[in-house]
């Protein structure tokens, strides 16, 4: 292997996590024709006049930064050290540190996004975000708004269909199209690609990630359930009990329960000296 500059960003993690058995985006309220708009109390699957999915910035780094990252950049490099090309879909880090990575599934009232940054900020909290491509598009600060934040932008596919049900030449088009907003709001197609309507990746989803710039499909180990709207005390007891150093969670955006439950999550971490980093900072070698 070569030791250029290009070459070492595509260094591999040893490691990668095994699939991780969980329900998740594969049980949210949402068919196969797409989201359907619900407003503020519908799944991240499930507000469909949300928009665009992939959009990629650093943990820390400030929105200008992001927007100055070139997409090609992104494309060639996901996250130094970091992504498996193809590989297993990640679904926790293995560094050892005490870091746990809150993944947003991105659509619904972008009030209640604009409360749950208030919140991230005011704990020192820092999210991945994983955008549906419609909601993007018909919401076009919140890529800003979450940039702005220090957090990551991630494309969630262009309209959120269950994507194992969809044909190759169907699942190229979702993640691209989401991909194409995200590099005309920010300058780059997203780090991260989590695949809709299912938990894990397929070889074609994979394969699609892949071609379309994305390393390994982004997994998770710990799923309350949130989509489901179980109020914000099962949220909370559901990710007390699952999440550990190294968890990644899937939470969605646009629910009231899961805007309730915020601060008891935040203080978890808290109380068990986790930080709540991004997802590209989790996954960093040790």
Known sequence: MSNSPTTRRHLLVAGAAALAGVAGCSADR?????????????????????????AAGTGTASASTSTATSASAVTSAPAPGVAVRGGPDLTRGTSGRAEVALTFHGAGDVTILRRMLAEFADAGTRVTVLGIGTWLESEPQVARLVLDGGHELGNHTWSHRTMPRLDAATVTTEIQRAAAVLRRQTGSPGRWFRPSGTPHSTPAIRAAAVAAGYGACLGYD???LDYTDPGADAIVRAFARGVRPGSIVSLHLGHPGTLAAMPRLLATLADRRLAGVTTTRLLEPA
């Open 30 to 54: 949402t068919g196969t024709s797409g989201p359907t708009s619900t407003g503020s109390s519908g799944s991240a699957g499930s507000t469909g006049s949300a928009g665009s999915a992939s």
């Open 222 to 224: 710990v799923d309350p």
